[in-house]
């Protein structure tokens, strides 16, 4: 059976997260922290999933293949805004 999970996003360039055999649904902020949504499979081992996270207006690194999750905002007056992707790690 399949679940909704949610897990916590660091605001820093690049980061793991550990998800059960999952599909990404979105990425969001609720009161005021972001998180990806996930609908997983909890009774699977997690696999180690890398993500990169870009401010808008700073550069993106075309050496890694990027799978855009979404955008969101922080800050009171969406100050600073920031884009998620999924690096895709399956060789060719």
Not at 68 to 87: K, M, N
Request: charge should be negative; charged fraction near 25%; aromatic fraction near 14%.
């Amino acid at each position: 059976m399949k679940t909704v999970y949610k897990y916590p996003i660091q605001i820093k360039d690049e980061q793991w997260i550990a998800i059960p055999g999952g599909e990404i649904l979105t990425v969001g902020v609720q009161r005021g922290e972001p998180f990806i949504w996930a609908k997983v499979k909890p009774s699977i081992q997690s696999d180690n999933r890398k993500f990169r996270l870009v401010g808008t207006g700073h550069p993106i690194d075309e050496k890694e293949t990027l799978v855009y999750i979404g955008t969101f905002q922080l800050s009171e007056y969406g100050d600073l805004v920031f884009h998620l992707f999924e690096v895709d790690l399956k060789p060719f």
